[in-house]
């Protein structure tokens, strides 16, 4: 039985990824900022990226690293660098220091543009620190990620129940739901000759992507409303946006000036040359189907 370490458990992607290592017989160690629920076989390991000594207990006796913890956004860019990159190279750190080779890091598409953002600059820099530690690496680089418990798209949801879906102005990008990306995560632990050294940039079943126009008119039909109009927002008005954004929701913005240098890139598309191999995984969820589930979800759950 295969004994992993996992940051950023308590999280989106985390929790999922946690759910699948389990189903798979896997025990495992999880890194937790404040007190978690009991489990079979989790070893809760209390906390953060810049404290040594707990990622030093996070992995003794592990196997392999799913490195999922980072800073995905905040007004505040200088975060950034800390979270994503220096968290990085403590994990790594503890990873050569208890002997662990397997080191399986989650990334993101923003590292393909770093130009566009401080998040995809420090997601860029992350990523070289795990290509140059001498580990058994493989980089995963999500698309969109979506799914039951996502507070990103949830706003989009809302939106879509009043008749309309705030959209860059032009441009398609990827999806994946949580389960599947999490699969893949999972299915990346055992060391294979296949997956050593490869970057990895996963989709659902459309290879193409979605335009926003497409994800929109989802969305629409996903909430019961399929007469959604998609309102494609200019740069200006996207820009001033996030401003608002942030004198309502101050640190808890979801649409901040550093986001939207990236959203306004036309190509987030998953790259087909760097498709994880099929004997590994495949995805199950397409995204009508996905984005219809999540939609139920946040119905049950009171968020929508």
């Known amino acids: 039985m295969s004994k992993i370490a996992i940051t950023g458990a308590t999280g989106f992607v985390g929790k999922a990824t946690l759910d699948v290592a389990l189903h798979k017989a896997m025990r495992v160690r999880a890194l937790t900022r404040r007190p978690a629920a009991p489990r079979d076989r989790v070893e809760w390991v209390s906390g953060t990226l810049d404290n040594t000594a707990s990622l030093d207990d996070l992995v003794e006796g592990c196997d392999a690293v799913i490195h999922i913890a980072g800073l995905t956004n905040t007004p505040n860019v200088g975060r950034f660098e800390a979270a994503n990159v220096t968290g990085t190279a403590n994990m790594i750190a503890a990873a050569q220091k208890a002997g662990i080779e397997r080191f399986v890091f989650v990334s993101s598409l923003a590292a393909r543009e770093p130009d566009l953002s401080a998040y995809g600059t420090s997601k860029a820099r992350a ?51 949580v389960e599947d990306l999490a699969r893949l995560l999972v299915a990346l632990v055992p060391a294979n000759p296949k997956t050593k050294g490869q970057m990895y940039e996963p989709w659902d079943d459309n290879a193409y992507g979605y335009t926003h126009k497409d994800l929109a008119k989802m969305i629409g039909e996903a909430v019961g409303n399929p007469n959604a109009i998609a309102a494609s927002l200019p740069p200006q008005i996207m820009q001033w946006g996030a401003k608002l954004d942030g004198l309502i929701r101050g640190s808890k913005a979801k649409l901040t000036e550093d986001r939207v240098g990236y959203m306004l890139h036309k190509d987030w598309v998953s790259d087909l040359r760097r498709a994880p191999p099929i004997s590994i995984w495949q995805a199950v969820w397409d995204a009508e189907a996905g984005l219809k589930m999540t939609a139920e979800w946040y119905k049950d759950k009171g968020w929508l």
Do not use: M
């Not at 999500?142 to 798209?153: A, E, F, I, L, T």
């Open 127 to 177: 990523e070289k620190l795990v290509q140059d530690s001498g580990l058994n690496w493989t980089i995963v680089r999500p698309p969109g990620v979506y799914g039951p418990g996502d507070k990103d798209y949830l706003d989009l949801f809302k939106a879509a129940k009043l008749g309309f879906v705030p959209v860059p102005p032009e441009g398609a990008s990827s999806l994946i739901h």
